[in-house]
């Protein structure tokens, strides 16, 4: 029965629900911003050639493993806009592209379709122009709801005096408000952790909230013994406030002071134009990187850092598992589901309450380890990222949607 029908505004893991769903054999179209396939489509084949900034976005946003005719492209040069740098920080242009996408979706609708996976922030204008027509409408959320990530951007900023320019998610009124609409009109709604279905629950006690874990397609994993040297640890991702920038800063000249072997290696880059920490010689940072130079520096990495003050999942977090690496990061992440399906996994929880002593949580958990210790915490990590393969992913969403 191929009724599913993925409503995707460029997020990139609805490209992986709508390849779950083809899998499963469910998938009678996605309509997308997004690229799709190896091949440019249409104006995005000669932006891609203009810069390299542009050929990195379009990798970025590209949607693989799909056959052609199950696509409807919905203004895809547009998603390229609204990427853009400066331009695409233009929220009345955002708002214009996100409807026009939206009155897009809607007119192309195929009459059909009995399930529709909807993305935040662009689910509106099609929730209410199937409210009469028995369709199933699925709400994917890629984050918790805006309401939940401002209150933990101002409880960060009292304790710590940021200002709100150092961080990458920051909403506008309309856009929470769209967001608060769409899951009160959706029939239910999916989220990728207890985080973010405790957020949606706040908002609307009574919803139907699914938590549906991320699935990822890792190559098969090399464990190789760790590397003589002092630890290393890695932090992969935005240098913002929300990610715990300065709080990773601070503990790392802590660690310098004291003395501590310990060493930080930061692959990113910022995603605005707030001021960076300044960081002590104990840290090194890369810029951003492919994903193979990220790959190999996982592998080198005894822990991952994500001091996140709130994460949808946090990707990053099964990615290093998967690579043999351990992690340290907050409870406002995937991270206390995954120690629940996976006891044994090294996953290290520095509450966000408790970030001040995150320097102190790096020395405990690095201290003296022997070469049979990290080979097994190696192995308990890259167990526990193989079970969040994209199989199981695809076994779970099909179940949800066609229930």
Same mark, same amino acid.
């Given at each position: 029965?191929?009724?599913?029908?993925?409503?995707?505004?460029?997020?990139?893991?609805?490209?992986?629900?709508?390849?779950?769903?083809?899998?499963?054999?469910?998938?009678?179209?996605?309509?997308?911003?997004?690229?799709?396939?190896?091949?440019?489509?249409?104006?995005?084949?000669?932006?891609?050639?203009?810069?390299?900034?542009?050929?990195?976005?379009?990798?970025?946003?590209?949607?693989?493993?799909?056959?052609?005719?199950?696509?409807?492209? +919905?203004?895809?040069?547009?998603? =390229?806009?609204?990427? /853009? @740098? $400066? &331009?695409?920080?233009?929220? *009345?242009?955002?708002?214009? !592209?996100?409807?026009?996408?939206?009155?897009?979706?809607?007119?192309?609708?195929?009459?059909?379709?009995?399930?529709?996976?909807?993305?935040?922030?662009?689910?509106?204008?099609?929730?209410?122009?199937?409210?009469?027509?028995?369709?199933?409408?699925?709400?994917?959320?890629?984050?918790?709801?805006?309401?939940?990530?401002?209150?933990?951007?101002?409880?960060?900023?009292?304790?710590?005096?940021?200002?709100?320019?150092?961080?990458?998610?920051?909403?506008?009124?309309?856009?929470?408000?769209?967001?608060?609409?769409?899951?009160?009109?959706?029939?239910?709604?999916?989220?990728?952790?207890?985080?973010?279905?405790?957020?949606?629950?706040?908002?609307?006690?009574?919803?139907?909230? +699914?938590?549906?874990?991320?699935? =990822?397609?890792?190559? /098969? @994993? $090399? &464990?190789?013994?760790?590397? *003589?040297?002092?630890?290393? !640890?890695?932090?992969?991702?935005?240098?913002?406030?929300?990610?715990?920038?300065?709080?990773?800063?601070?503990?790392?000249?802590?660690?310098?002071?004291?003395?501590?072997?310990?060493?930080?290696?930061?692959?990113?880059?910022?995603?605005?134009?707030?001021?960076?920490?300044?960081?002590?010689?104990?840290?090194?940072?890369?810029?951003?990187?492919?994903?193979?130079?990220?790959?190999?520096?996982?592998?080198?990495?005894?822990?991952?850092?994500?001091?996140?003050?709130?994460?949808?999942?946090?990707?990053?977090?099964?990615?290093?598992?998967?690579?043999?690496?351990?992690?340290?990061?907050?409870?406002?992440?995937?991270?206390?589901?995954?120690?629940?399906?996976?006891?044994?996994?090294?996953?290290?929880?520095?509450?966000?309450?408790?970030?001040?002593?995150?320097?102190?949580?790096?020395?405990?958990?690095?201290?003296?380890?022997?070469?049979?210790?990290?080979?097994?915490?190696?192995?308990?990590?890259?167990?526990?990222?193989?079970?969040?393969?994209?199989?199981?992913?695809?076994?779970?969403?099909?179940?949800?949607?066609?229930?």
């Amino acid at each position: 029965m191929r009724n599913c029908i993925v409503i995707h505004n460029g997020v990139q893991h609805s490209g992986s629900a709508a390849r779950a769903l083809h899998r499963r054999g469910r998938l009678l179209a996605m309509m997308t911003r997004l690229q799709v396939g190896d091949a440019p489509a249409g104006p995005l084949k000669y932006l891609s050639q203009a810069s390299s900034h542009a050929r990195r976005l379009l990798e970025n946003r590209t949607v693989p493993g799909l056959p052609d005719q199950l696509i409807r492209r +919905v203004g895809l040069v547009h998603e =390229f806009v609204r990427r /853009a @740098p $400066v &331009i695409g920080r233009s929220l *009345p242009l955002r708002r214009f !592209l996100t409807n026009r996408f939206e009155a897009g979706c809607v007119r192309r609708l195929p009459a059909d379709a009995e399930h529709l996976l909807l993305t935040d922030y662009a689910a509106l204008r099609i929730l209410l122009a199937t409210a009469d027509l028995g369709i199933q409408r699925v709400l994917d959320l890629s984050q918790p709801l805006p309401a939940t990530i401002q209150e933990a951007i101002r409880e960060d900023i009292d304790a710590h005096g940021f200002t709100p320019d150092s961080y990458n998610d920051r909403f506008a009124p309309a856009e929470d408000e769209r967001v608060r609409q769409e899951v009160h009109l959706a029939d239910k709604v999916i989220v990728a952790s207890e985080f973010s279905r405790s957020s949606v629950l706040r908002e609307r006690p009574d919803a139907d909230v +699914v938590v549906v874990p991320y699935g =990822f397609d890792t190559p /098969a @994993p $090399v &464990i190789r013994p760790r590397r *003589p040297g002092p630890p290393r !640890l890695l932090f992969v991702g935005a240098l913002s406030e929300h990610k715990g920038i300065s709080v990773l800063a601070q503990a790392m000249r802590r660690l310098e002071a004291d003395r501590s072997p310990v060493h930080l290696d930061v692959v990113g880059g910022a995603p605005g134009t707030a001021p960076l920490p300044d960081w002590p010689g104990n840290v090194t940072l890369h810029g951003r990187a492919g994903r193979g130079y990220v790959s190999r520096m996982f592998a080198d990495a005894d822990y991952l850092v994500l001091p996140s003050i709130s994460e949808g999942f946090g990707r990053v977090i099964v990615e290093a598992l998967s690579h043999g690496c351990g992690v340290i990061t907050t409870e406002r992440t995937a991270a206390p589901d995954i120690l629940r399906d996976c006891p044994d996994a090294p996953i290290h929880i520095n509450r966000v309450a408790e970030r001040d002593r995150l320097a102190e949580v790096i020395t405990a958990v690095t201290g003296t380890v022997d070469a049979d210790e990290a080979q097994a915490r190696r192995e308990r990590a890259v167990a526990a990222a193989a079970r969040y393969s994209h199989a199981r992913y695809a076994e779970t969403l099909d179940r949800i949607m066609t229930r």
